[in-house]
Nanobody
Framework: QVQLVESGGGLVQAGGSLRLSCAAS????????MAWYRQAPGKQRELVAH???????NYADSVKGRFTISRDNAKNTVYLEMNSLKPEDTAVYYC???????????????WGQGTQVTVSS
């Protein structure tokens, strides 16, 4: 069984910063990629940032230059540093991992439970 647990969400004023963390645990052989998605009320879930095991990253155009994704492979943890936050960044942020399950060595795509980020104007 694999579990992703996010933390770090909250309420912040526009222009402020937050740092999200997501720790993966359980029967994990390896993690190929980790990502952050977000879903605002009435909107579809969208990719915010993505990082592969080698460290390459990509970002949604709306967050480029403001958000930074990073990971600690030894801790199976991914981070999202969010700066210059805007009210339109308000959403539930979800962690995602593309991994290989230990033992049976099959691929699995895992999601966290989500953490609320609210940016006030």
């Amino acid at each position: 069984q694999v579990q992703l647990v996010e933390s770090g969400g909250g309420l912040v004023q526009a222009g402020g910063s937050l740092r999200l963390s997501c720790a993966a645990s359980g029967s994990i052989f390896s993690i190929n990629a980790m990502a952050w998605y977000r879903q605002a009320p009435g909107k579809q879930r969208e990719l915010v940032a993505h990082i592969i095991s080698g460290g390459s990253t990509n970002y949604a155009d709306s967050v480029k230059g403001r958000f930074t994704i990073s990971r600690d492979n030894a801790k199976n943890t991914v981070y999202l540093e969010m700066n210059s936050l805007k009210p339109e960044d308000t959403a539930v942020y979800y962690c995602n991992a593309d991994l290989v399950v230990a033992g049976i060595r099959t691929g699995y795509n895992a999601w966290g439970q989500g953490t609320q980020v609210t940016v006030s104007s």
